[in-house]
């Protein structure tokens, strides 16, 4: 043993900081004593994945979707609560989804338009 100690090699699986850096307790044996210390550590081979920019030209394209569906919600005299128990959902989620905190998946805007009896209809086009 070395006058640093001796770390054992086997850390717990950690969880993720808010950064998305993995982080883990690795148990280290230390002095002549043999004093055991915990201590949080990153791991190098983790990092947070990486974000895709989206363009402002799928900005403005997404911001009239959601823009349009809250319209329709509205002239259909739906609250978030109402549409909420409708989708099977909570109404933060309404909420978070027609200010822009959140991206919703597919199935989510089809089942969103269908409540209010409407469709999306999307295209690719060159």
């Known amino acids: 043993m070395g006058e640093l100690g001796t770390i054992f090699s086997k850390p717990d699986q950690g969880r993720t900081d808010e950064l998305g850096h993995r982080e883990f307790t690795v148990r280290s044996k230390m002095g002549s004593k043999g004093a055991v210390y915990y201590t949080k550590c990153r791991n190098p081979l983790f990092s947070p994945p990486k974000t895709k920019t989206v363009s402002k030209i799928d900005e403005a394209w997404f911001t009239a979707l959601v823009t349009k569906l809250r319209q329709e919600r509205q002239s259909c005299g739906l609250s978030q609560t109402t ?3 409708l989708l099977k959902t909570k109404q933060s989620a ?33």
């Open 83 to 85: 549409l909420a128990g």
């Open 94 to 126: 309404i909420s978070d989804f027609e200010s822009g905190r959140t991206n919703p998946s597919l199935v989510f805007l089809i089942r969103y338009s269908r409540a209010l009896g409407k469709k999306i209809i999307f295209s690719l086009n060159d």
